[in-house]
């Protein structure tokens, strides 16, 4: 969510946490149509921040040259709301963090 991702980064700000945070979004790219994939979801809990994507869009981010690959993907939908860490420098940061506060990990 949204809330977890803030909190996060907060937590990664607050205690100097050097995990080479990169708030980039992300990309789910389909090789069904963006017709397919809505009706499949109609009932699903979406974000208001979320976009979709047409095949041109998708196949230009995903670099995908058009001669070489017509129409791999149909579409996608990008999502602002995710961020890309190194996991392990995350997992000791977060470590260092909790044993200032007094934690003992073992």
Same mark, same amino acid.
């Given at each position: /969510?949204?809330?977890?991702? =803030?909190?996060?980064?907060? %937590? ?5 946490? $050097?995990?080479?945070?990169?708030? !980039? *979004? ?7 149509? %963006?017709?397919?994939? +809505?009706?499949? #979801?109609? #009932?699903?809990?979406? !974000? $208001?921040? /979320?976009?979709?994507? !047409?095949?041109? +869009?998708? #196949? &230009?981010?995903?670099? %995908?040259? &058009?001669?070489?690959?017509? #129409?791999?993907?149909? *579409?996608?939908?990008? =999502? ?10 995350? /997992? ?7 044993? !200032?506060?007094?934690?003992? %990990?073992?």
């Amino acid at each position: /969510t949204y809330e977890a991702l =803030d909190r996060l980064r907060h %937590i990664v700000h607050r205690y100097e946490i $050097d995990c080479e945070w990169v708030e !980039s *979004g992300s990309v789910e790219a389909s090789i069904h149509s %963006i017709e397919e994939e +809505q009706g499949e #979801n109609e #009932n699903a809990e979406g !974000s $208001d921040k /979320t976009a979709f994507l !047409s095949a041109e +869009q998708v #196949n &230009e981010i995903m670099g %995908i040259p &058009e001669k070489n690959c017509k #129409n791999l993907y149909q *579409g996608g939908e990008y =999502d602002p709301g995710c961020a890309g860490v190194n996991p392990l420098e995350l /997992t000791l940061g977060l470590a260092d963090a909790a044993e !200032s506060l007094g934690v003992k %990990i073992f």
